[in-house]
T-cell receptor
């Protein structure tokens, strides 16, 4: 069975500073994908970044980067230069190998609050 | 390019009733998945449809069902509603559903059971 753990229920960060949101995962599939989503208070889930289990380099998308440590089974999201609009819930998710279909397993989320 | 569209946005029902939620995926996307989000259980996978066939199913009772049409639009039905079915129901689409394709979510349908 797959499992995603996000140990930080809530975090504060000062505007313009960088912040790291933690995510650890557990799976027996050799092939898997890791995703981060942002959910503002309005409810929609916004895709941020993807990391494949066989990718050699850490993924980056603008201000978002993923610190992927495969041996430790961690996939932390780093947001650089935080903005007020970054205040939201952040979810780490995993899609397993072929046997898992297209199912995403989500962590419990981290609520990020950016202070002006 | 239009995103994933879910209708209605809000719904209020009473116990025992049934409800149908609709999801139109991004044009060209053939995989549609449904998730339930509650404060207590978090985000949980309901099922996935691809080319009108249910390809994967989560651990939910048979009261929860779905279908997909030839144009990839999907509907989810919940019968005999219970108070615990109050949740945000999210639909997500992807091209074919392979590992490296992100799922793109709609705004959700917020269902309240009285």
């Amino acid at each position: 069975a797959q499992k995603i753990t996000q140990t930080q229920p809530g975090m504060f960060v000062q505007e313009k500073e960088a912040v790291t949101l933690d995510c650890t995962y557990d799976t027996s599939d050799p092939s898997y994908g890791l995703f981060w989503y942002k959910q503002p208070s309005s409810g929609e889930m916004i895709f941020l970044i993807y990391q494949g289990s066989y990718d050699q380099q850490n993924a980056t998308e603008g201000r978002y980067s993923l610190n992927f440590q495969k041996a430790r089974k961690s996939a932390n999201l780093v947001i650089s230069a935080s903005q007020l609009g970054d205040s939201a819930m952040y979810f780490c998710a995993m899609r397993g190998g072929n046997n898992a279909g297209n199912m995403l397993t989500f962590g419990g989320g981290t609520r990020l609050m950016v202070k002006p | 390019k239009a995103g994933v569209t879910q209708t209605p946005r809000y719904l209020i029902k009473t116990r025992g009733q049934q409800v149908t939620l609709s999801c139109s995926p991004i044009s060209g996307h053939r995989s549609v998945s449904w998730y339930q989000q509650t404060p207590g259980q978090g985000l949980q996978f309901l099922f996935e449809y691809f080319s009108e066939t249910q390809r994967n199913k989560g651990n939910f009772p048979g009261r929860f069902s779905g279908r997909q049409f030839s144009n990839s639009r999907s509907e989810m039905n919940v019968s005999t509603l219970e108070l615990g079915d109050s949740a945000l129901y999210l639909c997500a689409s992807s091209l074919t559903g392979v590992t490296n394709q992100p799922q793109h979510f709609g705004d959700g349908t917020r269902l309240s059971i009285l």
